[in-house]
C-alpha cells in the first residue's frame, strides 16, 4: 500500500479523494468505510470513525491497528471530550492527557476532529492515532476537512446509522441487570419489548399473588388485585394508552387462556389482520383493537414443564408480521429478565436469610439493632422473656422437641402482641419484644398477655419491663429489662417484673 508523506502527496489531492470516494457512498456505513480507507493510503495511522448512536460514540470504521474499542461512552477518552467540545485537537504527548486511552502499542501523536454535519453540530469525530515517530504536517488539516466532508455526507444520507435491534436489546439487557425491584425489571423489560419490535404498546401478564407464592412480599404496584391474571406492568406512549386501557377491562379467564399457552407453549406470533385470517379464540382480543401480537413466556416453559411466571406480550392495532428474528430477540429479553427476577427474589431470600431466625422465622441481629436505634425515650418499652425450664425440655426430650417448644413459643407471643409490636429471637430461648407505649403500666398489660398466651401452650415464660428513660440508651434499657426478669427467675419464674 501506497503511504506517501502528505507533503509529498499534494494536501488537495487527499481531500478531493476523500470527496470522490463519499460521493460514491450509499449508506453512512459506506460513507465512514470510504474516508477510513483513504485516509489510510497515506499514513500507517490507527484511522477511526466513531458515529454518536445513543448514549454512546460507536466505532463504524477503523483500519491501522489489530484491536479496536467496539464503542467509547459519551464523556470518555479525547473523542469524547473532542465531539463534546466541537474543536479538533493535537496531542503530541499523550501520555501526560489525562483522556487518553490505550488500547494497543504505545501511541506517540493523536489527532482527533469532530465530524460536522451540515447544521454544525458535531454527529461523531474522525480520529487518528501514530505509534511511531511521523511526520505530522498538514495532517490536522486533512482531519479536519475529511470529518467536515464526512458530516455533510452523512447529512445527505439521513445521519448516522440508527441503533441495530441486537445493540438495542444489549443496552436494554444491561439496564436489567441494575433494576432493584422486580416491578422495575418488569417496566423496563416493556420498554425494551416496544423499542426492539417497533409495536405500539408492551404488557406483562402474571399470575395473580396468591397463584405466585414467590409475589408474596412484592411491592403492591406489582399486582394490585387479586383475580386469575394481572398485568403486572405496562410501557405505552400516550397515543396507545387507550389499548393497554381496553385490554384491561378483558375478562381475567380470557387473559388466563393466553398466559397458560405462553407458558405451556412457548413464543407465539400472528400472521396478519384477524379481519382476513382465522382468528377465533382471540375475539376478546381483537374487540380490543388487537390487531398483531407476539406473546414470550418469561422463564422456562416445554410442553410437559410450565415453570413460566408470566408472559410479555407485545400489541399493535396495525396489522403486521413480525419476523422470527424479532421473535427471538424478544425470547432473549424474556430469558434476561426471567434471570434478573431470579436474582432478586434469591437476594431477598438470603436477606431473610441473614437477618431472620430460620427456626422460629423471627428476626435478629441486624434488624433487632436497627429496631433498638429507633427506640424513643419515654415511649418505647423493652420486653426481656425467657422461656421457664426449656433446658430440661433439651436434656429430657431432646433438641427436636425443644425445636418444637421454641416454635410453638414464638407463635403465641406474635399472636398475644398487638399491631406494630416486634419481636426478636435474640438467644436459644431467650426473646425481645419491643413495643410503644404510653406507660410502664400499658407495658405491663402488654407483659400480662404474653405471660397468658404462653401458659396456653402449657409453658411458662419470665418477662422483665423496662421503659426506656430520657438520657438512656437502648441497651441500658434492655440491660435494665434483663435484670427484672433475673427477679422473676429468682422470686419462681412464670411473672413479669417491671425494671428499677
Request: charged content about 20%.
Amino acid at each position: 500500500m501506497d503511504q506517501a508523506e502528505p507533503h509529498l502527496v499534494p494536501l488537495n489531492r487527499i481531500i478531493d479523494d476523500v470527496a470522490a470516494a463519499l460521493r460514491a457512498s450509499r449508506s453512512a456505513v459506506e460513507a465512514c468505510g470510504a474516508t477510513v480507507s483513504v485516509l489510510s493510503r497515506h499514513t500507517p495511522a490507527l484511522i477511526e470513525a466513531l458515529l454518536h448512536v445513543k448514549d454512546q460514540l460507536r466505532c463504524v470504521s477503523a483500519s491501522g491497528a489489530w484491536q479496536v474499542f467496539s464503542a467509547v461512552p459519551l464523556g470518555r477518552g479525547v473523542v469524547g471530550r473532542v465531539y463534546a467540545s466541537g474543536k479538533a485537537v493535537t496531542i503530541l504527548d499523550v501520555a501526560n492527557d489525562p483522556d487518553y486511552i490505550r488500547l494497543g502499542p504505545p501511541i506517540t501523536a493523536e489527532i482527533c476532529a469532530p465530524i460536522i454535519d451540515r447544521t454544525g453540530h458535531p454527529v461523531g469525530v474522525l480520529n487518528a492515532e501514530w505509534d511511531e515517530a511521523h511526520s505530522l504536517d498538514g495532517w490536522e488539516e486533512i482531519i479536519i476537512q475529511s470529518g467536515r466532508l464526512l458530516g455533510a455526507r452523512l447529512s445527505e444520507l439521513g445521519g448516522p446509522p440508527p441503533e441495530t435491534r441486537s445493540e438495542q436489546l444489549l443496552r436494554h439487557s444491561l439496564a436489567l441487570t441494575s433494576a432493584e425491584t422486580d416491578g422495575e425489571v418488569l417496566l423496563r423489560a416493556c420498554r425494551a419489548a416496544r423499542e426492539v419490535t417497533g409495536l405500539a404498546a408492551a404488557v406483562l401478564l402474571r399470575p395473580a399473588p396468591d397463584l405466585l407464592p414467590e409475589l408474596a412480599d412484592a411491592e403492591p404496584d406489582e399486582a394490585e388485585r387479586s383475580m386469575s391474571v394481572v398485568i403486572a406492568a405496562s410501557s405505552p406512549e400516550p397515543r396507545d394508552r387507550p389499548l393497554v386501557a381496553r385490554l384491561a377491562q378483558i375478562e381475567p379467564e380470557r387473559l388466563s387462556a393466553l398466559l397458560d399457552e405462553a407458558c405451556r407453549y412457548g413464543a407465539s406470533y400472528t400472521l396478519g389482520d384477524p379481519a382476513v385470517l382465522d382468528a377465533r379464540g382471540f375475539e376478546a382480543l381483537t374487540g380490543a383493537g388487537v390487531r398483531t401480537m407476539i406473546a414470550v413466556p418469561l422463564g422456562a416453559s416445554t410442553p410437559t414443564v410450565t415453570s413460566s411466571t408470566g408472559a410479555l406480550v407485545v400489541l399493535d392495532e396495525t396489522a403486521i408480521v413480525p419476523d422470527s428474528a424479532m421473535v427471538n430477540l424478544l425470547e432473549l429479553l424474556a430469558a434476561q429478565a426471567t434471570s434478573c427476577l431470579e436474582k432478586l427474589s434469591t437476594l431477598r431470600r438470603l436477606h431473610r436469610q441473614a437477618n431472620s431466625d430460620p427456626l422460629t422465622g423471627l428476626r435478629h441481629g441486624g434488624p433487632f439493632g436497627a429496631r433498638l436505634a429507633a427506640a424513643t425515650p419515654g415511649q418505647t418499652a423493652l420486653l426481656a422473656i425467657d422461656i421457664d425450664e426449656f433446658k430440661t425440655v433439651n436434656d429430657t426430650l431432646g433438641h427436636a422437641a425443644g425445636d418444637r417448644v421454641l416454635v410453638q413459643m414464638a407463635v403465641a407471643l406474635q399472636q398475644a402482641l398487638r399491631l406494630g409490636d416486634e419481636l426478636f429471637r435474640v438467644g436459644g430461648d431467650e426473646f425481645v419484644a419491643v413495643i410503644d407505649v404510653p406507660s410502664a403500666a400499658e407495658a405491663m398489660l402488654i407483659a400480662e398477655r404474653l405471660l397468658t398466651a404462653a401458659r396456653a401452650t402449657s409453658r411458662t415464660i419470665s418477662v422483665g419491663v423496662a421503659v426506656q428513660r430520657e438520657q438512656e440508651s437502648p441497651e441500658a434499657a434492655l440491660y435494665r429489662a434483663d435484670q427484672a426478669l433475673y427477679k422473676v427467675k429468682r422470686a419462681g419464674r412464670n411473672g413479669a417484673q417491671l425494671a428499677d
